[in-house]
């Protein structure tokens, strides 16, 4: 195709230049569409499938054609999750700078995996690498991988973990592998998102074999119970804490249980998909206290950065587990003579997209200050909604809002309050003001509500805390 581009005499007639003209026409719309669009799009799956499906094209389309045709069938059935009153999950907006990052890293089609491939993806790397271990208040000695989101930086910091604490036990388990290994003990706490089990379960170590510790009120791991299981066994140790929880947004207490792990000479691992973020503001960092004392941190780009998907960081105080773990060598993978840091060394994956100019542009667009500003600014919202929600009798507000995660049940008068939660939610969804998800917490159902996105204002809060009351007080 590059060849034919250029084969056009005016650049304006290339198939590239005409698609990325089309989408960006098409892209233009649906910003300027973005806060006052139905959150949830209105087509149905099988109005999706039918105009999104048929059959394979029996030769080639025109380029701009495809573009135009994908964008009109698309465009029923695409969330507004970028756009300021999408609450679900834990999802990020895309800052301006990102979007047209991610345009540019597909234009120049850079991969992140040998210096030789792309000497700008690599540096880009390097420095956002050292701004981020700045930013967070991690050591500026760790190294640091880019890859696909917080479940694959678990992946990887464990990985690191395992190889390093087999090392230390006279075991080489990337060539001799986990059978006849030192048995390995995890300890994470009781509310520990799924993703590290699942991570865990990569690496050959069964749910069943994770040691729960208990969990308080908020989901933060119980110092007590962590003393307990560490006291209860010996061996090479791993400790998953985690800072924020995917419910209640709280944060397990990390400078107690950074005493505790090396204590017992155990590895300590932060999640910290959203919470490690705190790190970044003066007046949240005290939820965070202590965890720079860590072995390995993960977070997500795509969560509170508003990086556009998928981008997430996985940051190692130990370089040398870390790349032993990941690096693959072959004769055609060259490597650069002087040693720089090669992006291929530090992820799971030998080929990927360049996702450092993205979070380099959303650190340099947003600064220090940006940076701060924004989580903060979530936070307040979500102590808004909150604020607001419970004024109405029948709402409770389940968890200490201490980030950016509100917690809502409904509680009628009579009848069932997990009923009662279930048909409000589903009236927010139909009314397609805001978008929230559902969740249980301790055993009660909940509506979750995540402020993670850098458009949201106190309007938007507003609005969509109206529809909540309206859906909460309308009969069934
Ligand atoms: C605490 C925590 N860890 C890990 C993850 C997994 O992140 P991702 O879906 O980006 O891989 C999440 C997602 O919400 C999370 O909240």
Redesign the pocket.
Known sequence: MASEDARHLSIDSSPTVRSLSRAFEIARAFIESRADRAVWPTATLDELRASLGGELPPGPIDSADVVDALARAAEPGIVATTGPRYFG??TGGALPATVAAEWLTAVWDQPASLYVLSPAAAVVEEVAARWLLDLLGLPAGASVGFV???????FTALAAARLELLRRAGWDVEADGLQGAPRLRVIVGDEV????IGALRLLGIGSRQVVRAAADDQGRMRPDALAEALAAGEGPTIVCA?????NSGAFDPLDVIATLTSRHGAWLHV?????LWAAASASLKTHVRGVERADSW?T?A??WLNVP??S?LVFVRHPEAHRAAMSLGAAYLVRSGNEPREAMDWTPESSRRARGFAVYAALRSLGRSGIEDLVDRCCRLARRFAARLIEEPSIQVLNDVVLNQVLVRVVPPAGDADVATRDALRRVQDERICWLGGSRWRGLDAMRISVSNWSTTEEDVDRSADSIVRAVRSPR
């Open positions: 999950f834990v696909t989101g917080c479940h694959m930086a678990n998102h799924v993703s590290v985690q800072a924020g929880n995917v999640d910290g998909a959203f919470g993960a997500d795509h969560k998907y998928d997430g």
